[in-house]
């Protein structure tokens, strides 16, 4: 078992930034893939980010791409989202999760442990 707790979301103008963290614990963090999804009211679950074990690999929507970074610290046990250049449509719950494996995926589906979620809300 893994237990995943995220932090850091918040109300963000749009053009601003926040930093969501994802605290693990239970089961050695870097044999997990680590994922960041969201999840808007009325909409599905949809993937944000991946990183790899050891950080050497990471994959992003397109949605995303060049204003988020994925990062994570084994040492620490953590998982990072660096939100930058926010917009409106950035607005959901994002959760963080965990599979077994070396590769990213981007299909719930395929993640074992998720974690509760925090808010993001972006006023334009």
């Known amino acids: 078992q893994v237990q995943l707790v995220e932090s850091g979301g918040g109300l963000a103008q749009a053009g601003g930034s926040l930093r969501l963290s994802c605290a693990a614990s239970g089961r050695t963090f870097e044999n997990y893939v680590m994922g960041w999804f969201r999840q808007a009211p009325g909409k599905e679950r949809e993937f944000v980010a991946a990183?790899?074990?050891?950080?050497?690999?990471?994959d992003y929507a397109d949605s995303v791409k060049g204003r988020f970074t994925i990062s994570r610290d084994n040492a620490a046990n953590t998982v990072y989202l660096q939100m930058n250049s926010l917009k409106a449509e950035d607005t959901a719950v994002y959760y963080c999760?965990?599979?077994?494996?070396?590769?990213?995926?981007?299909?719930?589906?395929?993640?074992?442990?998720w974690g509760q979620g925090t808010q993001v809300t972006v006023s334009s």
């Open positions: 999760a965990a599979r077994s494996g070396p590769f990213t995926r981007r299909n719930p589906g395929e993640y074992a442990y």
């Open positions: 990183i790899s074990r050891f950080g050497s690999t990471t």
